[in-house]
């Protein structure tokens, strides 16, 4: 639906069969949907905001409290090397290229490389696991947090059985439990993943 209003707005002119489509909308759509594509078509905010306001606001914030923000470059901490991280835990620049020690960036430039990521990279390969339409908000964040913590491709990938077939099942209630396992046991990160985990789950569970 989202991409349909923004080739309208792109290219309406006023012909017979977009006027006759715009009546339509204006019976069968929610209001707020058609103020918000209204805006667009004037201009009012850009094309791409309207791109960032379908992110899940919760798993940006909640991101952001376990990534923190760093304007300076530096190893991952996870493997004490590679890749090498800034920002809010982005490790490659707009154009794909690296970052080096060394490497700053602004405050802005931090959240637009948070965004884009979420945007381009995380966002549609989670709207491919079966039932995300069907997510609320804070389900969605839970798994967008989740996903760039863990990976984009998380979903039916290696050794990440057991939430890909939590998920594909849409046994909701068994998410949690199935987030909480993938906190690297053992590890120098355990703790910090183990909240993690839990306040994923616990948004999750949370009502809409």
């Known amino acids: 639906m989202t991409m349909k209003f923004k080739d309208a707005a792109f290219w309406y002119n006023q012909e017979s069969h977009q006027m006759d489509a715009w009546d ?17 078509y004037r201009k009012e905010v850009s094309i791409h905001q309207y791109d960032y ?6 798993g940006v914030d909640l991101i952001k409290k376990y990534e923190g923000c760093k ?18 835990g982005s490790t490659s620049r707009m154009n794909g290229q690296p970052f080096r020690i060394g490497d700053t960036i602004t405050q802005e430039e931090a959240d637009k490389l948070l965004y884009e990521s979420l945007l381009k990279k995380y966002l549609p390969q989670l709207e491919r696991i079966p039932h995300w339409e069907n997510m609320n908000d804070n389900q969605r964040g839970a798994l967008l947090s989740f996903a760039y ?16 077939r939590v998920l594909k099942n849409g046994e909701w209630n068994k998410v949690p439990d199935a987030l909480y396992l993938y906190r ?3 590890s120098r ?5 183990r909240k993690r985990r839990i306040e994923e789950g616990n948004l999750w569970s949370k009502s809409a």
């Open 184 to 186: 690297n046991p053992g």
């Open 189 to 193: 990160v355990e703790e910090g993943l």
């Open 53 to 58: 306001d379908n992110i899940p606001k919760v």
């Open 149 to 164: 913590n863990l990976g984009a491709y998380f979903y039916g990938g290696a050794n990440f059985e057991t939430i890909t």
């Open 24 to 40: 339509y909308l204006q019976e069968h759509v929610d209001v707020s949907v058609l103020e918000h594509f209204t805006k667009i």
């Open 71 to 88: 304007l300076k470059a530096y190893y991952d901490p996870g493997t004490g090397g590679l890749p090498i991280t800034i920002g809010w």
